[in-house]
């Protein structure tokens, strides 16, 4: 059983609320929970039932680096395998590097057009989420 | 000769070579000095007693082997061995002035003594070459140990000589000549005069060596004290410039994250806005969503750009030889959509090779012709790239149909966020963004490659930007 949530991990509550509106939009039935800071993150994916179905992670997080959280998800049992897709404002080599080290799947730059935005979610879908549920249910 | 300190007779001063001066050497052993010591000890050893032989034979009539010579020959031996003995030994030990002052006295002491028996008095004719062997040894000396030495000889001579003359001592027969004293006085005053003539040479060509050394000395002090500093000062500025570098990495990495970051808030929330078709915003409203979308953009696109003129100007990169045909059609490539979109002509001229910075100058490239492409009408534009070389510096211009830019914007446009109000620049009927840090990043890399660039240029006839780039690596 798969969970219909997803995790959008933002101090950005603008950048939050878009990103859940465009994600919403992917499928009918999907949920968006929203994390401002990398501990509050971790709490909440303590106490969920279900792993996310996947996490979008902003690189410049208040509290803790976001290769630190990613980490962190890493290790806890269950969490291994969801698919996470770090975005950031600005292009920087090692930011790509030590999030794709952390076992990140993405690592997109945010656009600020909606239309962009959206397209970069549904890569993302496209190429790490929904191939996964498809391998899951094969 | 051993020395002493003329001005304190206190001090040894082996190893006190003028080199040295100012260097505080005291105590601390010159193993040339000292080696020069056992040297002169060792030639004087060796003239001395090959002189005895010499005369023994040939003055004498006698071997050197016979009964009658080998007891003085023998002393002979034994004070030469003693003198070398000592030398050594002052060397190693550093005993003091008294030591230095009974190797002086008993240098002069025992070759005075075998020269006279070897031949009496009239063998001070033989002192100077003394003299010379040893003198110069001791040349570099900061003293008058020369003079002690020479006149401590010399006065034994002359005391040998005031011993004959009262019969105390019963000068060597040689050639069976008896030396009257007027004779006794002219030698004995021989080997004063020429041990101090002598001594007065070594102590003043000593001390032209002595200043010599000094100045050298202290050029190369300077020279080394300057270098110095100038090697501190170029690390101090290196270590500067390489926390600049991370200053300004930090401060990119800062402005690119957090100011970017509510900007592109406020864009995306209007985006979003305007996007919502299932609520759609009245018309006056999304006229003004619009506008605030449009500036936002508008800010966003300075922060990146001015992001991209930190980035761009501060990397580094290896110069090489460009092909400067090939950074234009590169260009010229990027460029297809607008220029197929505007409908432009462009003509590209055989363009000649630069020395550069290749990423650098192909952005500058770029950016002048994407302004060129930018500024022409549509289905009428005209742009022409060309170049001529002058002076060793190739001087390629852009040259465009386009709207052109009054005199009084001419200089302004190569500043950061510099740019010719929208009014004034219409093409097509529409104003042109940008965010006036193009031109600012191409001039910047051109200074940074000793080049220039300036445009010519009036509204509506167009415009004409130069870039006169070197050819060759600066000497």
Redesign the interface.
């Known amino acids: 059983m798969r969970s219909r949530r997803v995790l959008v991990v933002d101090d950005n509550l603008e950048f939050a609320e878009v990103a859940r509106e465009l994600i919403e939009r992917l499928e009918p039935d999907l949920e968006v929970d929203v994390a401002e800071t990398g501990h509050e993150a971790l709490a909440l994916l303590a106490r969920a039932a279900l792993p996310p179905l996947f996490i979008v992670l902003d690189f410049r997080l208040p509290d803790i680096e976001a290769p630190d959280v990613l980490a962190q998800v890493r290790r806890t049992p269950g969490l291994e395998g969801v698919p996470v897709l770090v975005v950031s404002q600005g292009d920087w080599i090692t930011d790509r590097d030590k999030a794709i080290a952390m076992g990140a799947q993405a690592f997109r730059i945010k656009p600020s057009l909606v239309g962009p935005l959206g397209d970069v979610f549904t890569e993302f879908w496209n190429e790490h989420v929904h191939t996964q549920g498809i391998a899951d249910r094969g | 000769m051993r020395p002493l300190d003329a001005s304190t007779g206190t001090n040894v001063s082996h190893g006190e070579y003028s080199t040295s001066i100012g260097e505080g050497t005291a105590g601390v052993p010159d193993t040339a000095a000292h080696e020069d010591q056992v040297r002169a000890s060792v030639i004087v050893a060796i003239f001395g007693l090959s002189l005895f032989a010499i005369f023994g034979v040939l003055v004498r009539g006698t071997s050197v082997l016979s009964f009658q010579t080998w007891p003085v020959f023998g002393i002979a031996i034994l004070l030469a061995l003693v003198n070398v003995g000592l030398a050594l030994w002052t060397g190693w030990w550093r005993l003091g002035p008294w030591v230095a002052w009974a190797y002086e006295g008993f240098h002069a002491f025992w070759f005075t003594v075998i020269l006279y028996f070897l031949g009496g008095l009239q063998m001070s004719a033989w002192l100077p070459v003394y003299g010379f062997l040893v003198m110069h040894t001791e040349i570099l000396r900061p003293d008058a140990s020369v003079f002690v030495t020479a006149n401590l000889c010399a006065t034994l001579f002359a005391g040998l000589g005031v011993a004959e003359q009262t019969g105390l001592v019963t000068p060597p027969r040689v050639l069976d000549l008896e030396l009257t004293g007027g004779q006794r006085l002219v030698f004995v005053g021989w080997a004063f005069l020429s041990l101090n003539f002598l001594a007065l040479y070594a102590n003043r060509y000593g001390h032209k060596l002595r200043s010599l050394a000094a100045t050298l000395d202290r050029l190369v002090h300077q020279r080394t004290a300057g270098l110095q500093r100038a090697n501190a000062e170029l690390r101090q500025t290196a270590t500067a410039l390489r926390q600049k570098q991370a200053e300004l990495e930090a401060f990119v990495?800062t402005v690119?994250?957090?100011l970017?970051?509510?900007?592109?808030?406020?864009?995306?929330?209007a985006?979003?806005a305007?996007?919502r078709d299932d609520e759609p915003l009245p018309p006056r409203a999304r006229a003004a969503v619009e506008r605030i979308r449009t500036s936002?953009?508008r800010s966003?696109d300075m922060i990146r750009d001015l992001?991209s003129l930190f980035r761009i100007t501060s990397s580094p990169e290896h110069p090489a030889e460009i092909d400067l045909n090939a950074l234009a059609r590169q260009a010229v490539d990027d460029l297809r959509p607008q220029i197929g979109a505007k409908d432009a002509r462009l003509d590209v001229e055989p363009l000649p090779t630069v020395w550069g910075q290749p990423r650098k100058l192909s952005h500058v490239f770029a950016n002048v012709l994407e302004n060129a492409v930018k500024y022409v009408p549509t289905g009428a534009g005209r742009i022409h790239v060309g170049a001529r070389v002058e002076n060793g510096a190739a001087i390629v211009c852009v040259r465009d149909n386009g709207v052109g830019i009054a005199p009084e914007y001419q200089a302004r446009i190569f500043d950061v966020f510099g740019r010719v109000p929208d009014r004034e620049q219409q093409v097509d009927g529409r104003s042109v963004g940008g965010s006036g840090v193009g031109l600012a990043i191409a001039k910047e890399i051109v200074a940074a490659h000793g080049g220039h660039i300036w445009v010519e240029s009036s509204p509506g006839a167009g415009s004409a930007f130069y870039l006169r780039l070197p050819r060759r690596p600066a000497p």
């Open positions: 990495y690119t994250h957090d970017k970051n509510p900007l592109s808030s406020i864009v995306l929330t985006d979003m305007l996007q936002g953009q966003e992001l």
